[in-house]
């Protein structure tokens, strides 16, 4: 068992920046790759990034490529995502999650059915 629990959401103008983190707790963090994902109201959940087990690799959504990244530090069992010159579609709730999937390629972590635990979210509103 992992528990996720994000935190740094808030209200930002277009443009500004907030840089979200997430604490794990349990089982052995850095087994777990881990993702960003978001959901708008009405809206499917989106992948938003992923970063692999040994941070050697990372992913992104074509909506935030450019001006997101994800990055963790497996000593201190957390996972961030910086997100720079936010626009007001950028507007959800941000999830983070856990997945200790044993697919390698982009497809196995962009895929929410992939992940095994989530946190309970964290809302980021961006006005224009």
């Known amino acids: 068992q992992v528990q996720l629990v994000e935190s740094g959401g808030g209200l930002v103008q277009a443009g500004g920046s907030l840089r979200l983190s997430c604490a794990g707790s349990g089982r052995t963090f850095s087994n777990y790759a881990m993702g960003w994902f978001r959901q708008a109201p009405g809206k499917e959940r989106e992948f938003v990034a992923a970063?692999?087990?040994?941070?050697?690799?990372?992913y992104y959504g074509d909506s935030v490529k450019g001006r997101f990244a994800i990055s963790r530090d497996n000593a201190k069992n957390m996972v961030y995502l910086q997100m720079n010159s936010l626009k007001p579609e950028d507007t959800a709730v941000y999830y983070c999650?856990?997945?200790?999937?044993?697919?390698?390629?982009?497809?196995?972590?962009?895929?929410?059915?992939?992940?095994?635990?989530w946190g309970q979210g964290t809302q980021v509103t961006v006005s224009s």
């Open positions: 970063i692999t087990r040994s941070n050697s690799l990372t």
């Open positions: 999650a856990a997945t200790n999937t044993m697919y390698s390629g982009r497809s196995a972590y962009t895929r929410s059915l992939n992940y095994d635990y």
